[in-house]
């Protein structure tokens, strides 16, 4: 897989929305539910004013769809290339804002119909 190295934030900087695009593919740092900093490779499906809804692409929890603030990214890492073959996709009403009001994950799968998913 082909990477490009983007540039790395501070950690006192939140990473600004601005940075990330729908099927865009990304090497992150998170901050989790208790302040540690975490590792995390991401799809993103749709983003919001306030989050956006991410696949995890790898880890235990790989294909989960998740609802992450923007400010949780402490740090881009680094952005994948995405080819058309291998875009993920979901239905577009499994990412409507309003599914996502009382929830902040769904397990789901993902097609990717250049890879035969």
């Not at 900087?13 to 090497?27: L, N």
């Not at 080819?83 to 769904?106: G, H, I, N, Q, Y």
Request: with cysteine; aromatic share 8%; net charge positive.
């Amino acid at each position: 897989m082909q990477t490009h190295q983007l540039h790395c934030f501070a950690e006192d900087i939140p990473v600004d929305k601005s940075e990330f695009q729908v099927d865009g593919h990304y090497a992150v740092t998170l901050k989790d539910e208790n302040g540690k900093l975490r590792p995390a490779n991401i799809y993103v499906h749709d983003m919001q004013d306030n989050y956006m809804i991410a696949r995890r692409t790898s880890g235990g929890d790989v294909g989960l769809l998740f609802k992450m603030d923007y400010d949780d990214v402490i740090k881009l890492v680094r952005t994948h290339k995405v080819l058309d073959r291998k875009k993920f996709m979901v239905p577009a009403a499994m990412l409507k804002p309003k599914l996502w009001e009382t929830r902040d994950s769904m397990r789901t799968y993902s097609s990717a119909p250049g890879l035969g998913k």
